[in-house]
């Protein structure tokens, strides 16, 4: 039976994206460009649609309910021609909790958190960050949302879901899914087993 194809599209660039700090689940809004990155996802997915013979409205939307993705999904939505609030929300699509590292970059956390850090890189998948949660706890929420999709699916979310994703469908190992950019302004298409990239 064909798996539901996803659309996934990484939350434009916020203020801390640009200074590489940790944002985990905290809310913080799109800048300027990530607001340019969420309206170009819209006009790459009307793009792919129109060449797959796709309706925008045949498709299910679902976001993270942090403020980031719900814009990125809001502006995207605009340029589809679709009711900017009609989609859903999904707590399971939350960003990995960075617990107490929260709001600090990694050259900050050098000072205050260097014996930590250092067993993150021993098991970077498996480190559970202080007060926080590991990939490998992320991943198990985002397998039980992912078993419930029903139909194709475009979603807004964060690039730790994109990595426990990937992890649990193969297309990485653990051991490499948690490393590389998750890109910004990009749409992966998940279908068939594999992964595509279109900016």
């Known amino acids: 039976m064909r798996r539901p194809i996803l659309y996934f599209i990484r939350h434009g660039e916020t203020d801390w994206n ?3 700090r940790l944002q985990g689940q905290h809310d913080i809004p799109l800048n300027a460009l990530g607001r340019t990155q969420a309206s170009r996802c819209g006009d790459i997915l009307r793009d ?11 498709l299910d939307y679902v976001s ?13 939505r605009t340029c589809l021609g679709l009711d900017p609030a009609a989609y859903r929300l999904d707590d399971r699509l939350k960003e990995m909790s960075f617990g107490r590292w929260e ?10 958190e260097a014996e930590a850090l250092a067993e993150r890189e021993r ?3 498996g480190f559970v960050l202080p007060e926080g949660e590991s990939y490998a706890q992320l991943v198990v929420r985002v ?3 992912y078993e419930g999709v029903e139909r194709d699916t475009v979603v807004a979310a964060h690039g730790g879901v ?12 653990t051991e490499t899914a948690s490393l590389g950019e998750v890109g910004q302004g990009v749409v992966y298409v998940f279908n068939n087993g594999g992964m595509s990239r279109y900016e």
């Open 18 to 20: 640009a200074e590489r």
């Open 48 to 58: 792919l649609f129109a060449r797959d013979g796709l309706s925008p409205a045949d």
């Open 64 to 76: 993270s309910p942090l403020g980031r993705a719900r814009e990125t999904m809001e502006r995207l």
């Open 103 to 112: 709001g600090f970059t990694f050259a900050e956390l050098q000072g205050r």
């Open 123 to 125: 098991d970077k998948w």
């Open 143 to 145: 397998r039980a949302w």
């Open 162 to 173: 994109y990595r426990a994703l990937i992890a649990h469908l193969g297309i990485e190992p």
